[in-house]
């Protein structure tokens, strides 16, 4: 019986085509230890104010290693030693081709190759000459045996971020940003052209915030209101004058803020019942998704589910995503007249299909795997538009919704923003737990409502 060494041909040839992305930049950083900025997406390495992208050598390097150990001489080969000339530079985005030709046979089953790595233009990367020994027997690996990585980046964010800024900043009443992570939000909104912050609270608490994070605070406005009850109602009446175009939540509590929004007399109600919607960007998911409502409307009847609903579809539209699939959820994917948010889910789904609710495509009910994954709907034999690829999640309750948002925030490494809708204006509400990310993607997320106001 013959060896995989003593089949080698002196001459043959493998490759492999790989796409260098982001992702594989990013991964490579971490596992290595090298975070040098020329080599980090979005960084500027070398200060000419444009990020580079470069692919690390060794990673370009390393791609040589896929086609000895899965082609020639294939699994279980092991490296003996590898000699490298760095010839040219790849840049995310490009296509590369490792390849590996047989040179020589020597004793103990050590073979001699050639290495090389190009794009697939023919642009010379590295080339150099490996040694390895070649394995005896042929073993395999199932590729789906190997952990897959999730990168953690939040790239639908920075899109949204990148369309709003170009969007002339709007005036927002920041009540109450007497905490360093309230006001340092507002002003990292303002730094990124998003927003332009009116500052209304207690002067000395807000000085003391901006020298915690070493703030300058004198290109922006200070209206001096100690009593968030008084500094809540006067951005509302900033609202009512014109001043401001949105409000922001800073460290007050939601109920005080809220409470000068829904007054019948002078406050800011709309035509519809005001609710939360969180964007949220998940790791590794191919499109934002929107949860609602999880902050403001406890245990919503028929017709505020179906304002939440409408509220949730028009941010959708807002934000860019055109025709959203609206999931509708509960703990079943049938009817059943025990489950109540189940008959909700159906008669929700019939106002929308009569037009009672607009802009969107409207299901349910839908359990929560079934709403998200494709494969999970086909398995229950679910036939819809939306069951798999919903980008709008609609909560039974409060519960639920909270719960859900903080489960994708804290377990699946999202990051939520989100505004509140149905008023006469956006309401950007923060919490203390919000990265810097978060707090911009929400002022970005209200930058886009008001500008699909008009």
């Known amino acids: 019986m013959t060896s995989i060494y003593d089949d080698l041909q002196i001459g043959a040839e493998a490759q492999a085509t790989r796409l260098c992305r982001e992702e594989d930049l990013i991964v490579f950083a971490n596992t290595s230890g090298n975070y040098n900025p020329l080599n ?32 020639l001489p294939g699994p279980g080969t092991r490296y003996r030693s590898q000699s490298l000339t760095f010839v040219g530079q790849a840049m995310a985005g490009e296509t590369l081709i490792a390849r590996v030709r047989v040179r020589e046979k020597f004793a103990d089953r050590v073979v001699r190759l050639d290495t090389w790595v190009e794009t697939d233009t023919g642009r010379l990367l590295v080339e150099g000459e490996a040694e390895v020994y070649a394995p005896e027997v042929l073993v395999s690996l199932d590729r789906e045996q190997v952990p897959g990585l999730v990168v953690q980046r939040h790239v639908h964010f920075d899109e949204m971020i990148a369309r709003a800024e170009p969007l002339p900043p709007f005036t927002t009443a920041v009540v109450a940003p007497e905490e360093p992570d309230a006001l340092a939000g507002a002003i990292l909104g303002a730094e990124h052209t998003l927003i332009t912050p009116l500052l209304i609270g207690d002067p000395d608490k807000i000085a003391s915030a901006a020298e915690t994070r070493g703030i300058d605070l004198s290109p922006y406005e200070i209206i001096a209101e100690p009593q968030h009850k008084a500094a809540a109602k006067r951005a509302v009446q900033l609202v009512h004058e014109g001043r401001a175009k949105a409000i922001m939540k800073g460290h007050l509590h939601t109920d005080v803020l809220l409470s000068a929004i829904l007054k019948k007399d002078g406050g800011l109600r709309g035509t519809r019942r005001l609710s939360h919607v969180f964007v949220m960007d998940v790791p590794g998911l191919d499109h934002p998704i929107m949860i609602t409502d999880a902050a403001i409307n406890i245990a919503p009847d028929l017709k505020t589910k179906a304002d939440i609903i409408q509220n949730a579809i028009d941010l959708a539209n807002a934000i860019g995503i055109d025709t959203p699939k609206v999931g509708i959820l509960s703990a079943v994917e049938t009817v059943n007249p025990a489950i109540p948010s189940t008959l909700d889910a159906a008669i929700l789904s019939k106002m929308a299909e009569r037009g009672q609710i607009t802009g969107g495509l409207v299901d349910g009910p839908l359990a929560m795997d079934n709403a998200v994954d494709l494969a999970a709907a086909r398995t229950k034999g679910i036939t819809s538009m939306v069951a798999g690829r919903a980008d709008i999640l609609i909560a039974p309750n409060l519960e639920a919704g909270n719960m859900l948002a903080k489960e994708l925030t804290f377990l699946a490494h999202a990051d939520a923003g989100g505004i509140v809708m149905g008023a006469q204006c956006p309401v950007i509400l923060t919490s203390r737990a919000d990265s810097d990310q978060a707090r911009l993607a929400s002022c970005a997320i209200a930058a886009l409502a008001v500008g699909a106001a008009g």
């Open 40 to 71: 980090v997406p979005d960084q500027d390495g070398d200060g000419d104010g444009r990020p580079e992208a470069v692919a690390p050598s060794m990673w370009v390097a390393s791609l040589i290693s896929s086609v000895l150990g899965n082609q």
